[in-house]
């Protein structure tokens, strides 16, 4: 099992440009999220999924959007990046059972600047 | 409003000492508090608590929860410079599907 993939590990993007961080796991997971990580900080929940089909927000929505049209992939689209979204990004997933959120487990995590 | 605060914010201590981390919350409809070790890249998983009391060990590392004060520490003896990390709590909640971090420890290990 490869766990939780990322791509691309690093990315410069000027303002104003679009660009979509892919994540993968083949743990068969259906709860996915997105966090994102500023120095210094902890994580930050900007999208999770509970299934295919499924999305909702987490605290720090704007200027992103997510898609789960499979259980295996969750994209994460910046749409116009501004230098605000310079931050490491971490792609997670979980099992489920009963409605427990089980351990995470994290992708290596993509690291933007915004410039 | 849901909160995990974790304290210090930073510790810097020399090889071979103990340390002991903080994680306290403020939620409703508590069920488990997971602690994650943060090195250069993802958060791993060490332990997840959901009975006051009972400690959970994993070689030199150990973790406790008292759900009455409601709060967590983690203990480190014989610090190592590979113990230098991030260490994250994070609570679960009944009725929810994420979890809530708190903002983290950075501890470092002078040799």
């Known amino acids: 099992n490869a766990g939780v993939t990322q791509t691309p590990k690093f990315r410069i993007l000027k303002i104003g440009q679009s660009m979509t961080l892919q994540c993968t796991q083949d743990m068969n997971h259906n709860y996915m999220y997105w966090y994102r990580q500023d120095p210094g900080m902890g994580l930050k929940l900007i999208y999770y999924s509970v299934g295919a089909g499924i999305t909702d927000k987490g605290e720090v929505p704007n200027g992103y959007n997510v898609s789960r049209s499979t259980t295996e992939d969750f994209p994460l689209r910046l749409e116009l990046a501004a230098p605000s979204q310079t931050s490491v990004y971490f792609c997670a997933s979980s099992s489920s059972k009963s409605d427990h959120v089980y351990e995470q487990y994290f992708g290596p995590g993509t690291r933007l600047t915004v410039t | 409003e849901d909160k995990v605060v974790q304290s210090p914010l930073s510790l810097v201590v020399h090889e071979g000492d103990t340390v002991t981390l903080n994680c306290s919350y403020e939620v409703t409809n508590f069920r488990s508090l997971l602690w994650y070790k943060q090195e250069k890249k993802a958060p791993t998983f060490l332990f997840m608590l959901?009975?006051?009391?009972i400690e959970k060990k994993s070689g030199r590392l150990s973790s406790i929860l008292d759900k009455k004060e409601l709060f967590s520490i983690l203990n480190i003896t014989a610090t190592q410079t590979g113990d230098s990390a991030i260490y994250l709590c994070a609570v679960d909640l009944f009725g929810n599907e994420k979890l809530t971090f708190g903002t983290g420890t950075r501890l470092t290990i002078i040799p």
């Open positions: 959901t009975s006051s009391g």
